[in-house]
Every structure is written in structure tokens, then in C-alpha cells.
């Protein structure tokens, strides 16, 4: 089972950036998953955020946070990073880190982590 911790999280204000990176355990073959950040909102489901393939070449990202929002792994490092520019209060949210076999961000599946709490203030 693959072991994800997410960190970066915060609070910060609305127009801020803020990075989130997610460190999978030594013992993992990274390289061999797709990664990707999703968020949950209060008293709402979990949604995708952005996914990057297994050899960092395909990447997506949601609509909402298209031109802001940058996925980005090292697998040297085993890990995979989310930047988040130009925030806004909507963003708010716990940020999971997810790894995954496939590459269907439409449905959940795959290793989470613990998640981050990320909060923007207007």
C-alpha cells in the first residue's frame, strides 16, 4: 500500500499562492503511478483538482482552477507538488494526494493521503 503524506497547506490570503507537496514513502515505486491532488470541501464531495501521468509528461487540470493551478512531480524525489497561484476563497479546502494505476480523474480510486487544509481568506 502506498504511503502519501501531504504538506503545504495553510492559510493565506485571497490572490496568495501557496505549494503543496506530497511525499511518497522510499518503499513506493512512484514512477509507475499517475498522481494527482483533489479537494474536499465542507458538506461537499471530493473533487479532481489536477493529475499528472507516471512519467510527468500528461498532465490535467480542473476548469476552476486552470491558469492557476500547476501540477508538477520529481520522481527522483518520489514526490509530486501542486502550486496554487492567484487563491481565492472558493479554494478552500483539504487538498488529498492520490495515487493511481490509471488515469481516469472522473472517478475516485488508488492510495490517498491524510490530506492538507488549505484556507483563503477574503
Known amino acids: 500500500q502506498a504511503q502519501l503524506v501531504e504538506s503545504g497547506g495553510g492559510l493565506v490570503q485571497a490572490g496568495g499562492s501557496l505549494r503543496l507537496s506530497c511525499a511518497a514513502a522510499s518503499r513506493v515505486s512512484f514512477g509507475i503511478y499517475h498522481m494527482g491532488w483533489y479537494r474536499q470541501a465542507p458538506g461537499s464531495e471530493r473533487e479532481f483538482v489536477a493529475g499528472?501521468?507516471?512519467?510527468?509528461?500528461?498532465?490535467h487540470v480542473a476548469d476552476s482552477v486552470k491558469g492557476r493551478f500547476t501540477i508538477s512531480r520529481d520522481n527522483g524525489k518520489n514526490t509530486v507538488y501542486l502550486q496554487m497561484n492567484s487563491l481565492k476563497p472558493e479554494d478552500t479546502a483539504v487538498y488529498y494526494c492520490n495515487s493511481r494505476s490509471d488515469s481516469d480523474w472522473s472517478y475516485l480510486t488508488g492510495y490517498w493521503g491524510q490530506g492538507t487544509q488549505v484556507t483563503v481568506s477574503s
Open positions: 499528472i501521468s507516471s512519467d510527468g509528461i500528461i498532465a
